[in-house]
Nanobody, 121 residues
């Protein structure tokens, strides 16, 4: 069983910054990709950013220039640095990881429990 534990959410004023962390643990043979989705109130979940060792990073248009996704493979941890936050960034942010349990098993996506980010004055 693989678990993802997120941290770093909270209340921040417009223009402020937050850094989210996501730590994966469990029987992971290969961690091929990690990333973040978010779900604003009353809206569908949407991709924020992802990172993998082959394709590098990928960002949603609203995240480009403001958000940065990084990872520490040794720690199996991904980070999302969010700067210049806007009220419309208010959402529950979910971490995900694509992993496989052995050299022959197919990759699986696991999700974190979500962390609330509120951008408000």
């Amino acid at each position: 069983q693989v678990q993802l534990v997120e941290s770093g959410g909270g209340l921040v004023q417009p223009g402020g910054s937050l850094r989210l962390s996501c730590a994966a643990s469990g029987s992971i043979f290969r961690l091929s990709q990690m990333g973040w989705y978010r779900q604003p109130p009353g809206k569908q979940r949407e991709l924020v950013a992802s990172i993998n060792s082959v394709a590098g990073t990928n960002y949603a248009d609203f995240a480009k220039g403001r958000f940065t996704v990084t990872s520490d493979n040794a720690k199996k941890t991904a980070y999302l640095q969010m700067n210049s936050l806007k009220p419309e960034d208010t959402a529950v942010y979910y971490c995900y990881a694509r992993w496989s349990g052995s050299s022959t098993s197919l990759p699986i996506n696991s999700w974190g429990q979500g962390t609330q980010v509120i951008v408000s004055s």
